[in-house]
């Protein structure tokens, strides 16, 4: 069992910036991936980021080159820094974390809403 809490999500204006976080508790089992998708309204839950233990990252290629994910294995942590944000870029953006031998945790998501 892993316990998830998201920060840092809100409103901001088209071209802006906003730092999401996603801090998970402790578990004595082990930390493998961890990630951001989003879901827009009407729309399926789709990837944004992810980052592997070992500091490997994939990215959806809407958001490559504007967002950049980075993560603290130490305090069980992950970031996602979010420059010219879009209105298209407007959803839920939920935290994933993967266990070993149990799986993905998620958390209950932040909205972002890029509007003028």
């Known amino acids: 069992q892993v316990y998830i809490e998201e920060s840092g999500g809100g409103l901001v204006q088209p071209g802006g910036s906003l730092r999401l976080s996603c801090a998970a508790s402790?578990?004595?089992?082990?930390?493998?991936?961890m990630g951001w998708y989003r879901q827009a309204p009407g729309k399926q839950r789709d990837l944004v980021a992810t980052?592997?233990?070992?500091?490997?990252?994939n990215y959806a290629d809407s958001v490559k080159g504007r967002f950049t994910i980075s993560r603290d294995n130490a305090k069980n942590t992950v970031y996602l820094q979010m420059n010219s944000l879009k209105p298209e870029d407007t959803a839920v953006y939920y935290c994933?974390?993967?266990?070993?031998?149990?799986?993905?945790?998620w958390g209950k998501g932040t909205l972002v809403t890029v509007s003028s």
């Open positions: 980052t592997t233990r070992d500091g490997s990252t």
């Open positions: 994933q974390v993967n266990l070993d031998y149990r799986g993905d945790y």
């Open positions: 402790k578990s004595i089992f082990r930390i493998n991936t």
